[in-house]
């Protein structure tokens, strides 16, 4: 029997509110990275048929030009569209404990709240203005040919 080929998948769209503050730093060489961490809402209905919420913490990573655009336009409680994959980390702690941790390495974030609400813009002006989103593209560079044609057909 031929072996199955199964297809390399790794893709996470989540939508939420950043918790606190980004922390932006750079590494040695110079390359920009913000983590921030968001919460994102379930609703449910119990057994008894009531109302319940749930809320998921998520870690996010962010590279590059993307993470220069988070330091600069988020803060705690923006709201975010992330699309990215989903990573795992490990390392020592100072005490020699290993640790690790599953976040998610953004790929595109879309900041959902609007820019500096004027009170003399009037509310069909800021309806109108766009959303803004922006691309880590330094991420294509590691997808083959076709994982990136596949990505361009989807709509991304």
Known sequence: MAELKMPEMNSVVIAGNLTKDPIFRQTTNGTPVVNFTVASNRKFRDSANQWQEDVCYVGIVAWNKLADSCRDRLKKGSAVLIDGELQSRNWKTDDGHNRSI???????????????????????????????????????????????????????
Request: net charge negative.
């Open 102 to 156: 599953v976040e998610i390495k953004a790929r595109r974030i879309q900041f959902l709240n609007k820019r500096g609400r004027l009170s003399d813009v009037s509310s069909e002006q800021v309806a109108e203005e766009e959303l803004t989103t922006f691309t880590d593209d330094s991420f294509d560079r590691f997808l083959t040919n076709e994982e990136s044609d596949l990505l361009k057909n989807n709509g991304h």
